[in-house]
């Protein structure tokens, strides 16, 4: 085209018009990527945090969030602080919404914060039976991980394990899996995380000690064994649950009593629930007048 036959008034406009739609694009752009940098320098910590608990990559954790919530920007995620696009289930017994997906008018989890939503994703994860296959990989396989919960069904697009890869690559998020992630001995895979009376624990393997799990989990020894009410000369035997979180001062409605077994003590018994010896033995008048004998029905909550 020949500027030089255009009426300059034409041309003008011409110009004003293409210079308007370049400055659109790019503001569009920008508010985009500004959105998902604000979310990823927002929610960082607590996906590396959780990688540290549960040794879920927290570039997945990261990507997820990014890519279910719409950077924080979703429906479900402003009204029900739902980052991950989790779905009620029949053990949802919390707050819901009930918003189109896959179809009309699906149930949806709704959340107090983001933290709980956070937790709750991991645990989706790790009690998940389809998603066990994913934690004998590297913290640092990202690719693996995006590709096993596409094929695990986590969500039904074909495209969900790319634009996973393509978010992590894009923003570098795989710079978050080095940071505090669970620390294993070669060839040795992670704990699986257990709920007790609503804290986490894990149960110790044969041949491992309090330093093991401490090691694994990024945490000081001191407060582990705090934690499980233990001193440094005792030796937690195999197949104990060890709590990552303090135990409680009363066990949960399903367990209100308990019928005492030859060989338990208030300690053994104070793990197999999740609930605090002193909770235990001043609930039920335990004393030298009083001892714990086999046969004794134990008052938990």
């Not at 110790?204 to 001193?231: C, I, P």
């Amino acid at each position: 085209m020949n500027m030089k036959n255009i009426p300059v008034a034409i041309l003008s406009l011409f110009l004003l018009t293409v210079t308007s739609c370049s400055v659109y694009n790019t503001s569009v752009s920008s508010k985009t990527n500004d959105a998902y940098a604000e979310y990823i320098a927002k929610y960082s910590d607590l996906a590396v945090e959780q990688m540290r608990k549960y040794g879920i990559p927290a570039s997945i954790t990261l990507a997820q969030g990014l890519l279910e919530s719409d950077a924080g920007r979703s429906v479900l995620t402003t009204k029900c602080n739902n980052h991950f696009g989790i779905k009620c289930h029949s053990d949802w017994t919390g707050r819901r919404m009930y918003h189109d997906d896959d179809e009309k008018g699906e149930c949806f989890r709704c959340y107090r914060n983001a933290e709980q939503s956070f937790r709750d994703h991991s645990l989706f994860l790790v009690n998940g039976a389809r998603y066990q296959s994913l934690f004998k990989l590297g913290n640092t396989d990202y690719k693996g991980w995006a590709k096993g919960l596409k094929a695990a069904g986590y969500a039904t697009s074909p495209t969900y394990a790319t634009k996973l890869i393509e978010l992590i690559e894009r923003y570098g998020l795989e710079r978050y899996d080095r940071k505090k992630g669970v620390r294993l001995k070669p060839g040795q895979l992670p704990h699986q995380p257990l709920i007790v009376n609503g804290q986490r624990c894990v149960k110790l393997r044969e041949g491992e000690t309090l330093k093991d799990v401490a090691r694994e989990y990024g945490m000081q020894l001191s407060l582990l064994r705090r934690f499980n009410e233990v001193n440094r000369k005792f030796d937690v035997p195999a197949g104990t649950l060890v709590f990552l979180e303090r135990k409680r001062n009363r066990s949960d409605k399903e367990h209100r009593t308990y019928v005492v077994k030859r060989g338990d003590s208030m300690w053994s018994i104070s793990q197999q629930f999740g609930v605090k010896v002193s909770s235990l033995t001043k609930r039920n008048k335990i004393s030298d007048n009083n001892p714990l004998v086999a046969g004794m029905t134990l008052i938990l909550r």
